[in-house]
């Protein structure tokens, strides 16, 4: 009961919003192809729910498997940085340094190296998500309680138990923060890989719908897409749960 007492301001707010968007295009008359009503999208859903389904399908596979070797890559990444100095001097410097470059330039890049099959779209979506994964993680061990590293070090810990006992479980709640930025914001390098060349997928499903002018079915794969990224958002997050409930309790 507390939780759907907890949950109730949000979802009271996305009715306001639903209810907005629904009155005001009919109030000052908005054009179906600026902004359909809400109404109208939801009608979209209904009439190619097949096809936007088959889309969502590989869209979601894409943004999954994207974000899973960002994952790997990301922490394998970090734990050489904290284990390296010269790879703390040099690798993460350029870590960051790579984000001064707009990931859109890149993309087309990528589908010049990939091809135009998911190599280049899963490729997209690791340059959206790879550098929150690597870089909260690297923070999180760099922000390890060193008084707790000394103690275990005066026990008579290992290298490998002061990474497992101490280093790990301190970067933990930064990993999970990156992964939900990641997890978040996959869904939109899918998407731009999709819409630079792709045959299938919500990107291109949306593209075409825009250059034929048609509002509602624009406006249902967006809705789709936003839905996807807060379900993957919540996913990691519910992991984030398991994994740290008892920090949290």
Known sequence: MKQVKDKLPILLFILLLAALWELSTIVFHIPAYIVPRLSDVFAAMGRHAGLLGKHFVLTLGEALLGLAISVLCGVMSAIWIE??????KTIYPLIVASQTIPIIALS????MW???EI???VAVVILFTFFPVAVNTADGFRAADKEIGELLRSMGAGRAQLFLKWKLPSALPSFFTGL????AISVGGATLGEWLGGESGLGVYTKRAANMLRGD???????LLSFMGIALFIAAQIIERLVLG????
């Not at 087309?108 to 589908?111: G, R, S, T």
């Not at 079915?217 to 809705?223: R, S």
């Not at 008892?246 to 309790?249: C, F, I, P, W």
Request: charged share 20%; proline share 3%.
């Open 83 to 88: 284990s390296s100095s010269l790879a703390r």
């Open 108 to 111: 087309p890049i990528m589908v």
């Open 114 to 116: 990939f091809g135009y």
């Open 119 to 121: 190599g280049s779209k």
């Open 180 to 183: 939900k930025m990641a997890a």
């Open 217 to 223: 079915d624009v406006f249902a794969g967006v809705l």
């Open 246 to 249: 008892h920090r949290r309790a």
